[in-house]
């Protein structure tokens, strides 16, 4: 009878699982979840701003292809920036080329900090990131590489001239994700 105890006692569908197989199937969870929030994900890229300082005339380049032409998609601008960076706003040029040459030029203004002076981005620590709209239900509909440059056109208040080195930008990305079916 004894046995036959300890045999259902280890059958038991409340069994205690080894700490190893809770942590393996939290971080499965976890690894599935993570993947599946960025399915619409089709390009991203950083580039890293050297020191902290962004010099005005030293735009961020990126380039991407093959994207599906049937297909609408939004364009994001990344930015990271640091405690150092002392504006609440962040004026940026930007050109879009496409392969036949058309360039498309926006400037574009971006809000980085509430009026109490609290960063918008997400992060822990002195770095906070900030994905900000950048085209939103665009298509691509030429084969061929398509270009896009990136640079700021911040200046002090007051000051005609632009300020030739932005500090506290630490990478400048771009995101391309397939815009939702309506």
Known sequence: KRKNEERKREESP????????????????????????NEMLVYSDYQPIKEGKWRMDEGVDFQFSELDSTQTYNMFINIRNDDSFAFSNLFLI???EYPGGTTVKDTLEYRM???????????????KENKLWFKENIDFPNSGVYKVNISHAMRKN????????????TDVGLEIEKAPKL
């Open 14 to 37: 409340t069994q205690k699982h080894h700490p190893m197989q809770n942590k393996f199937l939290f971080m499965l969870i976890a690894v599935l979840s993570l993947s599946s929030c």
């Open 94 to 96: 930007t050109e879009l």
């Open 113 to 127: 900090a509430d009026p109490s002076g609290q960063w918008l981005g997400k992060g822990l620590g002195s770095v």
């Open 158 to 169: 007051g000051d005609v001239e632009g300020l030739h080195v932005l500090e506290g930008i």
